[in-house]
């Protein structure tokens, strides 16, 4: 009898202790060899950045602002990352499920006549008096597979981390739709003033055509005058419809951003009245960790391919389950509810240890383990590229706020210049090639200084993404 006890205790006590065995590496951050600083970056003065800023603090416009709200909502790649996220979802909820035993109702009946002349319906008859034979059968039968290894709460931390990487998707998508959006934005803003430029430079080229030709007319310039006069005018009048075609082309990109058809985008915002904020911390490049969702997304996969990992080692472990069965049990009809007589319980336990199948299992261990480092490298690159982006967006606003000041100045000298030709050319002190040069460089100037203007704004919402901004 005390043996029989001690054996009943020491059961419980064996199955906690495999229980508390676990194979596989607890997961810990791929070290990064980050800086200490971005290039070209200032000393910061703590860990706040730019992009700790919600999308509708960081974008003023309001235009802008219903753009990127309705985009979110309708994007096809947002909600298929949403879907995602139910998916990854009900896997967990499936992983969380996975601790709790297996719980099946069945209920049977059977009815076994052999033949008279066979050995089993000689032997019924013989010893049962009969060669008809009925079972019926009703019943619970309850398995449970104990977590020896630590299989279940790795396939569990998988699952978890599968969930989190697909919210952090979700997240990646959101920076990159706010990112395309404002960026398209202002470059249909820029498109609208190199247009503008493109028709008063037209309207330009017209006054000056007529001057030209009334001077020929009075035999004070040639007909080669007109003519490359002419010709000026029609280069302006070009850019006008390859303008109008690229406006065309940019908003039924932002339409497809957002779900919606092809068609114009209403806006009143011109390009020098846009507003973005100069101060732009980018912080410590440890922040990027934290703040950028893609990094996110990949350290997960880390610890995802980590933990199935150690759900692939388990396997190659013994693995017990124990068996319970209770139900009600007759061979005929009349006695199938007869209680206590007609119930039946069951109990089994026992430890499962693959053999033959062991170098499949090695295999999947091996192919695991080779996932593991590829995750790691992946995470180690989306880092670096996520620094190298950074300091990209940096250099890029500090060059191109000097490119600006530039070209603004030489849009200011070439106004000077122009004005200056036109009333020599009036006068008959300038010819019309004066004119001509004069007008096409402001032409270009004007062109390049809306550019430079629109790619500062640009840069500085690569910064804003580069750094994990958009997703609030």
Known sequence: MQHRYIRTLLLPALVLFLASCSVGKNFRRPQTNLPQNYRNAPEPKDSSSVADLAWKDFFSDTVLQNMISNTIVRNFDMRLALKNIESANQTLKQSRAAFAPDLNFNISAASNRPSGSSLNGISLSNFLGTTHIEDFNTGVTLSWEIDIWGKMRRQKEAAQADYMQSAEG??????????????GYYNLLMLDAQLAIARRNLELNDSILQITQLRKDVGQTTSLGVQLVEAQKQAAALLIPQLEQRIVIQENALRLLSGDQPSAVDRSTRLRDVMLTD???????????????????????VKAANARAGVAQASMYPSLVINLGAGLN?????????????????????????LFNRRRLKTQFELAKIERDRSIIEFEKSVLTAVTEVSDALVKVEKLKQQQQIAEARVQTLQGALTDARLLFQTGLADYLEVIT????????????????CNLYLAKIELYRALGGGWK
């Open 170 to 183: 979700v997240r990646a998508v959101q920076t990159s739709l706010v990112s395309s959006v404002a960026t």
């Open 279 to 301: 101060s732009l911390s980018a912080g410590f490049p440890l922040g990027i960790l934290g703040r950028r969702p893609d990094v996110k997304a990949s350290e997960l996969r």
């Open 330 to 354: 007759s061979f005929t009809a009349g006695n199938w509810f007869n209680i206590p007589g007609s119930l039946f319980g069951t109990f089994f336990g026992g430890l499962t240890q693959p």
């Open 438 to 453: 004069a007008q096409g460089n402001l032409l270009q100037g004007e062109l390049e200084a809306s550019a430079i203007t």
